[in-house]
Protein backbone atom coordinates (compact mmCIF):
# COMPACT_ATOMS: atom_id res chain seq x y z
CA UNK A 1 0.00 0.00 0.00
CA UNK A 2 1.60 3.23 -0.85
CA UNK A 3 0.50 6.96 -0.21
CA UNK A 4 0.42 10.67 -1.03
CA UNK A 5 -0.28 13.45 1.45
CA UNK A 6 -1.43 16.23 0.14
CA UNK A 7 -0.66 19.90 2.08
CA UNK A 8 -1.43 23.36 1.68
CA UNK A 9 -4.12 22.16 -1.11
CA UNK A 10 -7.24 23.37 -3.14
CA UNK A 11 -9.85 21.39 -4.15
CA UNK A 12 -12.12 22.15 -6.89
CA UNK A 13 -15.47 19.95 -6.11
CA UNK A 14 -18.37 18.92 -8.31
CA UNK A 15 -21.40 16.84 -6.89
CA UNK A 16 -22.70 14.16 -9.83
CA UNK A 17 -25.50 13.31 -7.96
CA UNK A 18 -26.57 9.78 -6.35
CA UNK A 19 -25.23 6.66 -6.99
CA UNK A 20 -27.55 4.90 -9.27
CA UNK A 21 -25.02 2.89 -11.48
CA UNK A 22 -23.28 5.60 -13.57
CA UNK A 23 -21.80 8.88 -12.99
CA UNK A 24 -24.32 11.78 -14.03
CA UNK A 25 -24.28 15.13 -15.78
CA UNK A 26 -23.11 17.89 -13.10
CA UNK A 27 -25.82 19.26 -10.12
CA UNK A 28 -24.79 22.35 -9.64
CA UNK A 29 -21.91 23.69 -10.03
CA UNK A 30 -18.14 23.18 -8.56
CA UNK A 31 -17.33 24.28 -5.57
CA UNK A 32 -13.42 25.15 -5.02
CA UNK A 33 -12.45 25.06 -0.98
CA UNK A 34 -9.20 25.28 0.66
CA UNK A 35 -8.25 22.03 2.67
CA UNK A 36 -5.87 21.88 5.30
CA UNK A 37 -4.95 18.34 4.70
CA UNK A 38 -5.94 15.37 1.74
CA UNK A 39 -4.67 11.65 2.53
CA UNK A 40 -4.92 9.45 -0.27
CA UNK A 41 -4.09 5.53 0.52
CA UNK A 42 -3.53 3.29 -3.09
CA UNK A 43 -3.85 -0.21 -2.48
CA UNK A 44 -4.09 -3.66 -4.27
CA UNK A 45 -6.58 -6.37 -3.51
CA UNK A 46 -4.90 -9.88 -4.05
CA UNK A 47 -6.37 -13.50 -3.86
CA UNK A 48 -4.35 -16.28 -3.82
CA UNK A 49 -4.26 -18.45 -7.57
CA UNK A 50 -2.14 -21.48 -6.01
CA UNK A 51 -2.77 -25.30 -6.41
CA UNK A 52 -3.95 -27.05 -3.01
CA UNK A 53 -0.31 -28.55 -3.33
CA UNK A 54 1.41 -25.51 -3.09
CA UNK A 55 3.91 -24.89 0.08
CA UNK A 56 3.11 -20.81 -0.57
CA UNK A 57 0.14 -18.73 -1.47
CA UNK A 58 0.73 -17.33 -5.25
CA UNK A 59 -0.87 -13.97 -4.68
CA UNK A 60 -2.72 -12.34 -7.54
CA UNK A 61 -4.12 -8.21 -7.77
CA UNK A 62 -7.61 -8.87 -8.61
CA UNK A 63 -8.65 -4.69 -8.19
CA UNK A 64 -6.50 -1.67 -7.55
CA UNK A 65 -8.18 0.34 -4.64
CA UNK A 66 -7.92 3.94 -3.53
CA UNK A 67 -9.81 6.02 -0.16
CA UNK A 68 -9.14 9.65 -0.26
CA UNK A 69 -9.86 11.66 3.06
CA UNK A 70 -10.25 15.34 2.87
CA UNK A 71 -9.93 17.69 5.93
CA UNK A 72 -10.99 21.27 6.19
CA UNK A 73 -12.06 23.67 8.77
CA UNK A 74 -15.72 24.15 8.80
CA UNK A 75 -16.38 27.89 8.05
CA UNK A 76 -19.90 29.50 9.74
CA UNK A 77 -22.42 29.47 7.31
CA UNK A 78 -21.04 27.58 4.81
CA UNK A 79 -23.09 25.57 1.90
CA UNK A 80 -20.27 23.36 0.77
CA UNK A 81 -20.89 20.89 3.42
CA UNK A 82 -24.59 21.12 3.29
CA UNK A 83 -24.57 20.05 -0.53
CA UNK A 84 -22.70 16.88 0.19
CA UNK A 85 -24.40 14.11 1.98
CA UNK A 86 -22.90 9.66 1.92
CA UNK A 87 -23.53 8.23 -1.47
CA UNK A 88 -23.34 11.45 -3.41
CA UNK A 89 -21.05 11.05 -6.80
CA UNK A 90 -18.64 13.70 -7.31
CA UNK A 91 -15.78 14.38 -9.29
CA UNK A 92 -12.68 16.29 -8.07
CA UNK A 93 -9.56 18.13 -9.14
CA UNK A 94 -6.82 18.79 -6.39
CA UNK A 95 -3.93 21.08 -7.00
CA UNK A 96 -0.95 20.76 -3.98
CA UNK A 97 2.68 20.51 -3.27
CA UNK A 98 3.91 20.20 -6.81
CA UNK A 99 0.97 17.52 -7.88
CA UNK A 100 -2.45 17.71 -9.41
CA UNK A 101 -4.72 14.72 -8.88
CA UNK A 102 -7.94 14.25 -10.71
CA UNK A 103 -10.38 11.82 -10.01
CA UNK A 104 -14.26 10.84 -9.27
CA UNK A 105 -16.11 8.69 -6.51
CA UNK A 106 -18.34 8.33 -3.66
CA UNK A 107 -18.81 9.77 -0.37
CA UNK A 108 -18.72 7.41 1.79
CA UNK A 109 -18.87 9.12 5.23
CA UNK A 110 -18.87 12.41 6.55
CA UNK A 111 -17.73 13.82 9.93
CA UNK A 112 -17.74 17.43 11.70
CA UNK A 113 -16.10 18.32 14.41
CA UNK A 114 -17.22 20.94 16.29
CA UNK A 115 -13.90 22.31 18.44
CA UNK A 116 -11.84 25.27 18.31
CA UNK A 117 -11.79 25.47 15.00
CA UNK A 118 -14.38 23.01 13.81
CA UNK A 119 -12.93 20.87 11.42
CA UNK A 120 -15.09 18.92 8.43
CA UNK A 121 -13.77 15.87 7.31
CA UNK A 122 -14.45 13.96 4.10
CA UNK A 123 -14.15 10.17 2.77
CA UNK A 124 -14.05 9.16 -1.10
CA UNK A 125 -13.87 6.12 -2.31
CA UNK A 126 -13.57 5.10 -5.72
CA UNK A 127 -16.88 4.68 -8.35
CA UNK A 128 -15.09 2.55 -11.18
CA UNK A 129 -12.40 4.77 -11.87
CA UNK A 130 -8.72 5.14 -10.74
CA UNK A 131 -6.94 9.09 -10.28
CA UNK A 132 -4.81 10.75 -12.18
CA UNK A 133 -1.88 11.47 -10.31
CA UNK A 134 0.69 13.96 -12.11
CA UNK A 135 3.27 16.25 -11.02
CA UNK A 136 2.70 20.25 -11.61
Known amino acids: ?6 KDAVMTILSQGTEDGTIGPPVGSAVTV ?13 VDASCQQDDFPVNR ?3 LGWEMTVEMKLEKGGTFAASLQTNSLVSFDITASGYNVEGAGIVTQ ?17 YGSGLTVTAS
Do not use: H, W, Y
Open 1 to 6: MTGLLL
Open 34 to 46: CVDRIRIMQSREV
Open 61 to 63: VTK
Open 110 to 126: IEATFDNPSTLSITIAP
